[in-house]
């Protein structure tokens, strides 16, 4: 449960605050407030309110008669003026209790809610199926009471990792999901609601130092606002110093942490100190010492991600759509667009600049880094337009500066070059978990040239330059790992992040996934990675496995009645390729293999019973598997081999450098020790010699047992796979509760499909025979 601070013993009225004195707000205190005494108060200052109402009126009444009689003279003038500010505190006075009642009502209004709603959550939790204790856990209304932690972490009667056996309904746990929610938000606004009354009371008491008042509060909304708005300023102030504090940071961390989901703070603050000074304030944050950055630069990222949450819709309002345009016409859309532009212009450009050259700090980041480094340290997601909108403008700096992400900006790290250094990638990851359909949007072949523009080959791709060495990336056409792109590409194919659960492909994920599929099927070498593009084998196998059966029936040449992707007849060279890579034939040779399990089913519940019809249906499903799983054995079989090969021709390499190296010591010390005698003309015979003595030994030729390796895995693979053709046949029929006695001869099943998952096996294979 979170904990919100309240008034505590600070506050002016915490004789009638129901929360404990210094305590934080939990679930606990706000079930069991004691509002009695609040309630007293409130009743106490409506009656107090209204007899200064009718004193202020007395007051008033009795400044007009005053003023409009002929009374004159110099005791007339005093008296009169006397009477004028006496009235006048009436009113202030009558206004401050005012508000004083208005607030301490209001607050009472929302802590009765927020009890009455945990009271309602409680009674009604026993019907959806979980309880909730006095402390506020939620559990399973049914024995073992699993608390919702605990099904979170897979935790059953067995312990970690093993389920309840009863298991507990999906409609259940979204209950308590629900709850859980729910109470979050109660505590929350009772601890806000706490929090802001007591500042306000504090503030009007303290504004008058013990004289009475004018106010213009009408209750605890109209304090937020003031609250927020007192709040804005400050922290353009401490921005603006250019000495800070650690307390004038820590100042800044809690104002950003009270307020950034706040549209008005945020655009104020955002807009008053300027995009630009907003970002270099995160850059001087990155450079203070005694301070917890991290909480303050979260904060910062909340405010900026506020600042740039347009109230419009993706769906409704695609960037580059009529109503897009419309709406930037609009004030809310022109403040946002300003916004924007400001961004993008800062973007490209350096943030320091050293004051001279033996300054100590080092940070060659642009202003597209700092707002990365906000963005992935924010709470939420970026909002879908905006997202679109910092990736479509990042992709148009690219094209017209091609080194605009050359520079270590970041080291290093112990793996090497630090993908962190491409901008427009860590955007992209930013979207791949966060707005998928923004993602989508941005590379759906219909809407944009961006798949052309990123995996495509053309004079229009993408050419950009990584790292320190422009030279050396141009000459030696080096790789860079991308795994923003290539998250991005598998989301926008697949219409799923990582590891969640598929709904089904849309038509803007079909025709994406066609377009990678069948761009890296007309030069399938491409697909382990040709620079700026990273080895995309990995992705193309999940897009392969998404689209199991589509696959199948390319490699076949045949089309089938739930045909989704229109693959290319090049579809087998792509998946020989994408099957060297591990990751790429372990998921697809999973996949194909599920993927046989669901046809078989199918062919059983339609034809389970006609034991012809069973007989082609099922030899076909297994020799159209069989087809993938040979290509994809063979090359698995063939990377693995030539992986050997490869690193042979590495060590190798490596003696041939040292042999040489050796030649020409060797050869000198030979000379030296026999030119006296003339007998320099056998020094290359000795050293060849030598060498080949030496370091033929260090030689190694793997290929005879590569082949054998080779060969071995390729009969296990094709044994692998026939069984379990036969083994998809037996449980589909278990299944469907068919009992194979009732053919006339069940053994002619069996066989069709065990020939047919060899035949098909194969059938997929391309095998280049080698030296056994």
Known sequence: ?????????????????????????????????????????????ATLTAKLGEMEQDAAAMNGMAH????????????????????????????????????????????????????????????????????????????????????????????????????????????????????????EKAGESDTIAARALTDLLAEGNGRFVHTDLTGIDDARENQVQQDAEAVTFLAGKENKTAADWRMLGDYFALHADNPEFAHYVVDTIGMENYLALAQELDHTEGVDAAPIRTGMANTLNTAMSPSIDFTTHPPGSDAYTAWLRTEEGQAYERRLNALHTIGPERMYTPESWIDPVTDDRNGYDFFLDLMESADGPMHDVFYYDMLDGMVAAEKTNAGIWMGDRYPDTDTGWDPKNNGTDRLLALGARDNVEATTHFFDPDETDNLDYFIGDGEDSRTVFFGSDMVRDFFNDRTYEAPGLTAAL?????????????????????????KIWNTYGEDP?????????????????????????????????????NQEANFSNKTS????????????????????????????????????????????????????????????????????????????AAANASVDQWEDVASYLLGGAVYGSISA????SMTDTLVQEVNASIFDSFRVDNSISAAQQESREYSNARTHYVTAAENSLSMALDRAGIDASEYEDFSLVEGSVQLSAGTGHDIGTTRIERPR
């Open 1 to 45: 449960m979170p904990h919100w601070p309240g008034a505590g013993a600070d506050s002016l009225f915490s004789t009638v605050n129901p929360f404990p004195q210094g305590a934080n707000v939990t679930y606990a205190s706000v079930r069991n407030a004691d509002l009695g005494p609040l309630d007293s108060t409130v009743t106490s200052l």
């Open 68 to 187: 409009g009689s002929l009374w004159t003279g110099l005791n007339a003038t005093v008296s009169k003026a006397y009477i004028h500010r006496t009235a006048g505190k009436f009113t202030d006075a009558h206004t401050q209790a005012e508000a004083l009642h208005s607030i301490l009502r209001d607050l009472l209004t929302d802590l009765r809610g927020c009890q009455d709603g945990l009271l309602r959550l409680e009674a009604n939790s026993e019907a959806e199926g979980f309880r909730i204790s006095p402390e506020g856990v939620i559990s399973s209304a049914q024995p073992p009471h699993l608390r919702l932690s605990q099904l979170n972490a897979g935790v059953g009667t067995g312990g970690i990792g093993e389920p309840d056996p009863e298991g507990i309904p999906p409609e259940t746990q979204q209950a308590m999901w629900h709850a859980h929610t729910r109470i979050n938000e109660i505590i």
């Open 490 to 514: 598998e989301v926008a194919a697949t219409g799923r992040p990582g590891g969640s659960a598929s709904e089904g492909h849309s038509d803007a994920n079909i025709r994406i996934a066609e």
């Open 525 to 561: 070498t491409r697909s382990r990675g040709d620079h700026p593009a990273p080895d995309m084998r990995p992705t193309l196998g999940v897009i392969a496995a998404d689209y199991i059966a589509d696959i199948t029936h390319a490699v076949s040449d045949v089309t089938h009645s």
């Open 573 to 648: 060279i792509l998946l020989h390729e994408i099957g060297k890579n591990e990751e790429a034939y372990r998921l697809i040779t999973a996949a194909n293999l599920y993927d046989m399990n669901l046809a078989m089913d199918e062919a059983v519940q339609q034809h389970g019973h006609n034991e012809d019809r069973l007989l082609t249906a099922a030899g076909n499903i297994a020799t159209r598997n069989g087809h993938v799983s040979g290509i994809l054995t063979d090359a698995y079989a063939t990377g693995r081999y030539q992986g050997r090969l490869d690193a042979d």
């Open 677 to 680: 005698s003339g007998q320099a």
